[in-house]
């Protein structure tokens, strides 16, 4: 049994394309789009987008691939705005004991022009298997947001350009993603994502977002290599609570849920 799950872990890690770490509810009902969104979950995805908070913000999410407890993924965070920028510290789990990797970030973003955003992320990973031992690595994480008029936003962001190891012979993936988010109106959010890890095809990513009520979000998506089915719902309660819950389906393993919480306080 510990065999299998450790095999199942490796799965995930190549399945995924990307980090095995949650990427936040709300992209994951979205496709897990990542980079053209400017909230806290930027903290999960692309950093460029700490750079448009003006609050202070608290933030966890959970994920469970395909109804796995020993394929856990969860995270805590925290952001920080300044006048300098907008600082934040990330935490992230994935895995059992028979195979687990942890992550602890230290991210940045900022405004460097009226319509342009950038910021990045220097990670400590550290991946555990008993049979060999652990072994910690450092790698970074870069991304920009610009802002083409109201309605439309475009993102860049580029995980692990160095291509450090995590174990011999073994590399952390290196993976661009540049997106469009069009908010035609303040009820819908239509965004697509291109995703290219250097080992693998690119795959396309795609969701709506639309606000049904004041504080009820409704949101579905799609990705492919691998196909699967994307959606999800979203409460803002008092403006100041943000909570999340979606999932992903694949057509051989099943449904991944997740869930997400943010609380966010200043002047904002």
Do not use: C
Request: positive net charge.
């Amino acid at each position: 049994m510990k065999i299998f799950f450790t095999i199942a872990a490796f799965l995930v890690l190549f399945e995924a394309q990307s980090q095995v770490f949650t990427q936040g509810a709300r992209s994951a009902a979205l496709g897990n789009v990542n980079s053209v969104f400017k909230d806290e979950q930027s903290l999960l995805g692309n950093q460029a987008g700490l750079g448009a908070l003006k609050n202070y913000a608290v933030i966890a999410a959970a994920q469970r691939r395909f109804m796995l407890s020993e394929l856990d993924a969860i995270a805590a965070g925290a952001t920080l705005p300044t006048r300098s920028g907008t600082f934040g510290l990330l935490v992230q789990n994935f895995g059992y004991d028979e195979f687990r990797q942890q992550k602890i970030g230290l991210a940045y973003g900022r405004r460097l022009f009226e319509h342009f955003y950038a910021g990045a992320s220097f990670d400590y990973f550290q991946t555990r298997i008993p049979e060999y031992g652990s072994k910690g690595t450092v790698s970074v994480q870069v991304g920009v947001q610009a802002e083409l008029g109201k309605q439309v936003l475009i993102g860049a962001h580029i995980a692990n350009p160095a291509k450090v190891e995590i174990a011999d012979s073994d590399r952390l993936p290196t993976i661009l993603n540049m997106g469009l988010a069009w908010t035609p109106s303040s009820k819908a959010t239509l965004a697509f994502e291109l995703e290219k890890d250097i080992d693998f095809p690119i795959r396309a990513k795609g969701g709506i977002e639309y606000r049904a009520a004041e504080p009820l979000f409704l949101r579905v998506g799609f990705a492919s290599n691998p196909t699967t089915a994307h959606f999800g719902i979203g409460l803002l309660l008092k403006e100041r609570i943000k909570v999340d819950v979606s999932s992903s389906y694949h057509q051989v393993l099943g449904f991944s849920p997740s869930f997400g919480v943010a609380y966010a306080w200043g002047k904002g």
